[in-house]
């Protein structure tokens, strides 16, 4: 016959405070257990990376490490840079190139979103359309560039065509996956509630598909503007890439970095837009946004 021993209890412990037992395990959280790199504000933490990286830039420039032929020294490149909006020559050429990838964006953008759903919402539009595509998409769109010149001659177009290429096929890949990712038990829902075809492409499959969308646009205007350097690159007589191309005649170091630091820009401001449309579209979607 066995015979159970209760616990031993435990001792009370003072009002307002918890036993010394739990105080081993659970430690006490208060303001004071935060850590500093929490209570530093985000944005200056997201700083500390770029500024660090400027810094020993600029200490490899004022010790003689990096020669002014190699890579130009900030200052240099803040001044040439200072010289370039005075006299109106970086807004203009930022003017072209950014009427360049919005004609292309748009383009590539409905081309893709229409092959897509196309594709997504009907097995025989996938037969028909998504064995080709996923063809074509394997072949690097950069290559095209000789054959883009032929058909298209040297002018906006083959620049056009490049970032529509480039911009169509991410689209279509994301959007396709968005459509064909939509849980099947959602679909079976809205048929129970009286939903028909295209009852159930708007309310269930387009908005399940649309996380999918805002990836594909995200991954779309990267590719855009890559696919701008190149296609500036093509007898271009305006633009960033055709700033880029004058300063490497001339060995300008510094006019090269202020046209490289201006794409960084604009696509960094062109995914922050990308990230307020993914907030105001996704609210209904909780997502992880770590700790």
């Known amino acids: 016959m066995t015979v159970d021993h209760a616990p031993p209890d435990l001792p009370a412990a003072p009002a307002g405070e918890r036993p010394p037992e739990l ?9 004071g257990k935060r850590s500093f790199p929490r209570s530093v504000p985000r944005w200056l933490r997201r700083t500390v990376g770029p500024l ?28 040439s840079a200072g010289d370039l909006v005075a006299d109106g020559t970086l807004p203009t050429a930022m003017g072209v190139s950014l009427q360049r990838v919005a004609v292309g964006l748009l383009i590539g953008g ?72 939509v849980d099947e038990q959602l679909i079976e829902a809205g048929q129970s509630l009286g939903l028909g075809r295209w009852g159930l492409v708007r309310h269930v499959i387009l908005p399940g598909a649309l996380p999918g969308a805002m990836t ?20 271009a007589d305006a633009g960033i890439g055709f700033l880029m191309n004058q300063a490497r005649e001339f060995f300008r ?23 307020t449309l993914e907030r105001l579209l996704l609210q209904w979607r909780p997502t992880f946004k770590g700790r």
Not at 220 to 235: C, D, K, Y
Not at 255 to 271: E, N, Q
Request: glycine share 10%.
């Open 253 to 275: 170091t510094d006019v090269i970095v202020v046209c490289l630091v201006v794409y960084a820009f604009l696509g960094l401001l062109a995914d922050a837009v990308v990230r």
């Open 216 to 235: 594909g646009l995200r991954y779309s205007l990267a590719t855009a503007w890559l696919a701008l350097v190149f296609g500036e690159s093509i007898n």
């Open 23 to 31: 105080e081993a395990v659970v430690p006490a959280a208060g303001p």
């Open 52 to 79: 660090l990286l400027l810094l020993a830039w600029q200490v490899l420039s004022s010790t003689g490490v990096l020669h002014p032929d190699t890579l130009a020294s900030p200052g240099s490149v803040a001044r």
């Open 110 to 181: 409905v081309a893709g979103t229409v092959l897509a759903l196309a594709s997504g919402l009907s097995r025989l539009g996938e037969d028909l359309i998504d064995a080709t595509v996923q063809m074509l998409r394997t072949v690097p769109f950069i290559g095209l560039i000789p054959l883009l010149i032929i058909w298209l001659g040297i002018g906006e177009a083959p620049k056009i065509a490049l970032i529509a290429l480039g911009v169509a096929f991410h689209l279509y890949l994301n959007v396709y996956a968005g459509i064909r990712g």
